[in-house]
């Protein structure tokens, strides 16, 4: 009897440790699409070269050695994920509605993430 009770609190555990889980992994989704759409967007409006991109994997490497992940090769990952997933009808909806001008507010300092209206994938369904 009190065993089923401590298998009831393991279960409440798991749980919310595999909810844990997907909620960091739907971050690191998201935050991989917002990378990979600003590289995309620099070096397509001319403003990048292919080699600001691995200026910009060095400067991370040395000056914020704790970040991993992003070396040039990571970059361009999240390049190629964002430029194949974007005109896909999984995250286009989402992205349309996000860039809609009734949910746009009033920017009064633009940073560099809010100049591209930079896409949030983490609501959308998986088709």
């Known amino acids: 009897m009190l065993h089923d009770q401590f298998a009831n609190i393991i ?9 844990a889980i997907r909620a960091v992994n739907t971050e690191l989704i998201n935050l991989y699409w917002q990378v990979g759409e600003y590289i995309s967007r620099q070096v397509a409006g001319a403003a990048w070269g292919e ?23 990571g970059l ?12 896909s009808s999984i995250v286009s909806p989402v992205a349309t509605q ?4 009734e949910k746009q507010s009033v920017i009064f300092v633009s940073t560099p993430a809010t100049q591209f209206n930079l896409s949030d ?4 369904p998986p088709h």
């Open 121 to 124: 994938i983490r609501n959308t």
């Open 51 to 73: 080699k600001t991109v691995d200026e910009l994997a060095e400067y991370i490497s040395n000056r914020h050695s704790d970040i991993k992940g992003f070396n040039r090769r």
């Open 98 to 101: 996000l860039q809609s001008p």
């Open 76 to 87: 361009y990952r999240m390049k190629q994920f964002y430029e194949t997933y974007s005109n």
């Open 11 to 19: 279960s409440l555990i798991r749980q919310s440790q595999a909810n």
